[in-house]
């Protein structure tokens, strides 16, 4: 695409019209150009480039040991595969720890991808460093309740607001990152009730995901909605399919099938 040509892809202000008419926004990960085309041309509104790229593709059991680097590649990847969503890249474990630090990362990923925004999991404690950013022209999505990159801190993975006081941090969180002009916010495995309220106290869209079905918008791990696992997806993951299965099948056969010695089926050629 020539420097010229206007960008179809949707842009924040597109996102925040869908809120103000009542639209849902439909979120993905994805981490590779095949499968953003497949995702951006199935409707899409945001491809986000999750760090859960650690546990899917790199195949580490946490998000942790996930670099900016390997961030960088992959989200450079799904811009190239992509037209229409507007593209999120997650700032991993380590590239958030100061307002600076975090500044000089954020605009890494921008000029060598391409991508329109990050995100950054955190509650209060990230209110400056998304200040920052935003001042700095950078759109943020803000991530709260389970942030993954925590997991060892807050020992293990489970539902988050339940009580009264991880409610009211909740909220105050939630009020707070749109404060700082974050122009979305997740909300990751907060009890349905809890995340409904809170959607109804922000302008910015909630995008849940493990939160029930009263946010504004809803996000999942790619893998998670095609079957593509080999290990169980989250509870609150209901795969619309069996692509796992459908690779075991095509390869059992190939394998079988040369194994025969009747594949490849016989090549034939065209003529000059
Ligand atoms: N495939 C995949 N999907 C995800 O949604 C995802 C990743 N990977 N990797 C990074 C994080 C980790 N996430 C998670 C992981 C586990 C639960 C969870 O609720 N797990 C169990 C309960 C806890 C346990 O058994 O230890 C569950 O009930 O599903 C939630 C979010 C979300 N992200
Ligand atoms: C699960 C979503 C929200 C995420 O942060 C990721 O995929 O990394
Ligand atoms: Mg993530």
Do not use: W
Not at 115 to 142: D, F, T
Not at 259 to 264: E, Q
């Amino acid at each position: 695409m020539s420097a010229q040509t206007p960008s179809k892809r949707l842009t924040i202000r597109d996102i925040a019209a869908m809120r103000r008419r009542g639209e849902a926004v439909a979120m993905l990960t994805a981490y590779d150009a095949t499968m953003a085309a497949l995702v951006d041309m199935s409707g899409a509104d945001m491809i986000l480039i999750g760090d859960s790229l650690g546990n899917v593709v790199l195949g580490h059991e946490t998000t942790l040991p996930v670099t900016l680097d390997d961030m960088i590649r992959h989200a450079a990847a799904v811009k190239r595969g992509s037209q229409r969503a507007l593209l999120v890249c997650d700032l991993p474990f380590g590239a958030v720890i100061d307002p600076d630090t975090t500044l000089v990362n954020a605009m890494r990923v921008l000029k060598e991808t391409g991508v329109e925004a990050v995100k950054i999991e955190g509650g209060l404690a990230m209110v400056p460093l998304v200040e920052k950013l935003v001042n700095h022209g950078i759109a943020v999505v803000a991530h709260v309740g389970l942030t993954p990159q925590h997991v060892h801190q807050m020992g293990g993975y489970y539902i988050h607001g339940k009580d009264e006081t991880s409610a009211a941090r909740l909220r105050a969180e939630a009020l707070a990152l749109e404060g700082a002009g974050a122009f979305a916010i997740v909300l990751e495995c907060v009890t349905p009730a809890l995340a409904a309220e809170i959607t109804q106290s922000l302008t910015i869209p909630t995008i849940g995901i493990g939160s029930g079905k009263d946010c504004a918008g809803q996000v999942l791990v790619i893998n998670d909605l095609i079957g593509l696992n080999i290990t169980p997806p989250p509870s609150f993951a209901k795969p619309r399919a069996d692509v796992a299965s459908v690779i075991r099948t095509a390869v059992g056969e190939y394998v079988a099938e040369t194994k025969a010695k009747r594949g490849p089926v016989p090549l034939v050629l065209r003529a000059d």
